[in-house]
Each structure stands twice: as structure tokens, then as C-alpha cells.
């Protein structure tokens, strides 16, 4: 089996996004990618959306399997759609500031400012070496939005590693 035309599948994915009209944003490694000094190799797709029932019969409808992630008795936070070789998790924005990232994306794209914001709250390595990359890249920033995310999340020491 061949691997899928990434932005073949990824226009599939924002195809049913818009169809069922969610207000939605690509996160993560892709987003990032789109700031950075050089882009770094990603496998999956992680976008954020407003939850509407219809996105999972959407995804299903599609081919794809979905899992709902939520705690009991809770809406969901995440939907994890996976057909084949394809990995989507969708984040629900459950907590102001997924809802505030979201309002402020751009061409369906989280800002760089809040890549910078979700990649510091993961923390992970490459999630940190795309914050030192989008700062490499001279992207013109709104630090004082991220100051008061960072001073929310309590991630000062993180940031001040990369703050320019």
C-alpha cells in the first residue's frame, strides 16, 4: 500500500471540517512548519475544531475510525481519526485559551504566536525546537500575548530559554 498525497488528505480532512462547518485551525508540527526557520518532517495532522455530533459520522463516513476522547460525563476534548497510514487528532477547545487560539487563527492556521504558546505548554524537544526555530525565523511577534499566556500556564522559565 502507498503512502498517502499528504495535502491530498489533508484537503479531505479540511473538506469535511468546512462541509460541516466548524470553526477549525491546523496545530501542531504542520502549523508550526509554517513559521520556522526550516520545516521539520511531521506524519500526522493535528487540527482544532469546534465539536459538532456530525464530525464523527463525517469521519466515518470517510473511511476513517474514530475514537471520542472524554471523561465521563464530559463532552468530548479530542477526536482521534485514523484510516490507514492517516493519524488526525482533532483537540475540542474546551478551556479559554484553546478557545482564544482559536478565534485567532488565521487562514486556518493557529498564529505563531500561539504555535509558540502550545508548543511551550508541551514541552516536549521538538516541540521546543520548533519555538527556537520560529524565533530563528524573525517571526514578527506579539510578545506581550504571550507573556500573559505564559504568566497563565506558568511556563516563564520554558520561555525565557527563547524570548528574544
Not at 82 to 95: K, N, Q
Not at 138 to 144: F, I
Request: charged letters at 30%.
Amino acid at each position: 500500500m502507498s503512502e498517502p498525497d499528504p495535502s491530498a488528505w489533508i484537503a479531505s480532512i479540511a473538506e469535511i471540517l468546512d462541509d460541516v462547518g466548524v470553526d477549525w485551525a491546523i496545530v501542531g508540527a504542520l502549523a508550526a512548519n509554517r513559521y520556522r526557520s526550516t520545516p521539520r518532517f511531521t506524519t500526522d495532522l493535528d487540527a482544532m475544531a469546534t465539536f459538532d455530533p456530525e464530525l464523527v459520522h463525517r469521519f466515518k463516513g470517510a473511511g476513517y475510525d474514530v475514537t471520542v476522547v472524554s471523561d465521563p460525563g464530559e463532552l468530548p476534548h479530542m477526536l482521534r481519526c485514523r484510516r490507514g497510514s492517516e493519524a488526525v487528532d482533532i483537540l475540542i477547545p474546551i478551556i479559554e485559551y484553546q478557545r482564544v487560539a482559536l478565534a485567532r487563527s488565521q487562514d486556518h492556521v493557529l498564529t505563531a504566536e500561539d504555535v509558540v504558546i502550545h508548543k511551550l505548554i508541551a514541552g516536549r524537544r521538538r516541540d521546543l525546537d520548533d519555538v527556537r526555530s520560529i524565533i530563528e525565523a524573525g517571526a514578527d511577534l506579539d510578545l506581550a500575548y504571550i507573556d500573559e499566556w505564559v504568566d497563565v500556564w506558568e511556563l516563564g522559565e520554558r520561555w525565557d530559554q527563547f524570548r528574544p
